[in-house]
C-alpha cells in the first residue's frame, strides 16, 4: 500500500504512473509495426543515434529531450531516405547512424561536468526524473497515435507487409513510410527516461511477441501489445519504487518472465492438440 499512498503525495511518482501508461500504449501500438515490418534494427539505430542528441544538449545546457528528438527524427528520416532511393543499403544506414549517434553523445557527455551519473540515467533510464512537461508531451503523442491507428490502421497493415501491394491500391507508401518513421524516433525518445537508450528496444518489441503467440492479426496485436507494455510498466514502476531497484530493468524482467510462461504454455498447448490429432 505503501505505493498508492505515496502516489497522492508525490507529484513526481504520479508523472511517472502517468508517464508509464501512456509510453505503454504509445510502444505497444509503434512496436507492432515496427516487428511486423520487421525492422526492430530500425528502432534500436534511431534510440542510439538520439544518444548524439542527448549529449551535445546536455553539454549546452538545453533540454536534453529536444535535443535527442532532433538527432533521433533526422536520423529515422534520413535512413528511411537512403533506403528508399536505394543510394545506400538501410543496414548499413542504421549501422552508421547508430555508431556516429553514440559516438556524438559519449563525446559531449565526457566533457560535461559530472557526467557519469547523468549518463547511467539516460543509459538504463530513470522513471521517477520524468517532468510533467513529459508527460504532457507523451499525452499528444499518444492521442495522435491512437487517433491515427483508428483511422489509418488499414493503410498502415498494408505498408508493414507488402509495399508493392499498398501502390496498388493507391496508397502512398513512401510518405507513409516517412510518417511511421517519425514517429517512431518520437515514441523512442519521449520513453527514454523510463527504460533507457540501452533497454528501449525491448519495450517495443516484447509485449509484441507476447501477444503474437497467441495471434497472428494486426488488429489484435496492435491493440493487445499496449495493454501488455502498460502492465508491465505498472508493475515495473511499483516493484522499482518498493524495492528501490532500476525500473527499466524491472520492467525487462517481468516482460521476459512473462514472456517465458506464454512460450511455455503456448508449447504445451500445441502438443496436446497434436496429441489429440493422432489419436483422432
Not at 500504449?25 to 515490418?37: A, F, L, P, S
Not at 543515434?49 to 546536455?58: K, N, Q, V
Amino acid at each position: 500500500m505503501g505505493f498508492f499512498e505515496d502516489l497522492i503525495q508525490y507529484d513526481y511518482l504520479l508523472n511517472a504512473l502517468l508517464a508509464s501508461v501512456l509510453s505503454g500504449i504509445t510502444c505497444g501500438i509503434i512496436g507492432t509495426y515496427i516487428v511486423c515490418r520487421r525492422t526492430v534494427f530500425l528502432a534500436g539505430g534511431i534510440t542510439h543515434a538520439s544518444f548524439g542528441g542527448l549529449g551535445i544538449a546536455l553539454f549546452s545546457g538545453v533540454n536534453p529531450i529536444l535535443g535527442a528528438l532532433f538527432f533521433a527524427v533526422m536520423a529515422s528520416l534520413g535512413i528511411e531516405w537512403a533506403g528508399n532511393r536505394g543510394r545506400i543499403r538501410e543496414d548499413s544506414a542504421i549501422g552508421i547512424v547508430w555508431s556516429v549517434g553514440m559516438a556524438v553523445g559519449a563525446l559531449f557527455m565526457s566533457l560535461r561536468p559530472g557526467y557519469a551519473g547523468g549518463l547511467s540515467a539516460v543509459l538504463f533510464g530513470s522513471i521517477v526524473t520524468v517532468t510533467p512537461a513529459d508527460v504532457k508531451a507523451l499525452v499528444v503523442l499518444t492521442g495522435v497515435i491512437l487517433v491515427g491507428s483508428a483511422v489509418w490502421l488499414r493503410p498502415v497493415i498494408y505498408t508493414a507487409f507488402d509495399r508493392d501491394f499498398s501502390v496498388s491500391r493507391g496508397i502512398h507508401t513512401q510518405w507513409l513510410s516517412y510518417l511511421m518513421a517519425a514517429l517512431i524516433a518520437i515514441t523512442i525518445v519521449l520513453s527514454i527516461r523510463i527504460m533507457g537508450i540501452v533497454l528501449l528496444m525491448s519495450l517495443v518489441t516484447m509485449p509484441v511477441v507476447i501477444v503474437n503467440q497467441f495471434s497472428k492479426s494486426y488488429r489484435v496485436i496492435v491493440w493487445g501489445a499496449p495493454v501488455v507494455a502498460v502492465a508491465a510498466n505498472v508493475a515495473g514502476l511499483m516493484i522499482s519504487y518498493n524495492y528501490e531497484v532500476p525500473s527499466g530493468a524491472t520492467i525487462i524482467f517481468i516482460l521476459t518472465i512473462v514472456l517465458i510462461c506464454v512460450k511455455i504454455l503456448t508449447l504445451h498447448y500445441s502438443k496436446r492438440d497434436l496429441s489429440h490429432e493422432k489419436h483422432s
